[in-house]
């Protein structure tokens, strides 16, 4: 399928099943985070009880610190992004010793 224009059935039944592929493990997560949420434990613990490892925690601030990168750089901030990137150094410094 190389031109929109000139879509076979084919194409466009294999396109359809793959939207309402996609649709459904949307709906799906969805009715199971709806689940989740409202289960007790869900509702009666802290996000500090999660106890998060090392790595998790690790991984979760690089991913924030590169998304500050990303806003910086989009908006030419650069000294920003220079005290961000030493940050994220550090980080990928305690990933590597994991």
């Known amino acids: 399928m190389t031109d929109n224009k000139n879509m076979t059935e084919n194409d466009i039944n294999k396109l359809a099943s793959t939207i309402v592929n996609k649709m459904m493990r949307l709906k799906t997560m969805e009715a199971w985070f709806d689940h989740v949420r409202d289960t007790e434990l869900a509702t009666t613990s802290d ?3 999660l106890q998060i490892s090392k790595e998790d925690e690790a991984l979760g601030e ?6 500050l990168m990303n806003l910086f750089q ?7 992004c220079a005290i961000v990137k030493r940050r994220l150094d550090a980080v990928n410094k305690i990933l590597k010793n994991l």
């Open 62 to 67: 690089a991913a924030k610190l590169m998304t």
């Open 47 to 49: 996000y500090q009880d």
């Open 74 to 80: 989009e908006r030419e901030e650069y000294e920003k």
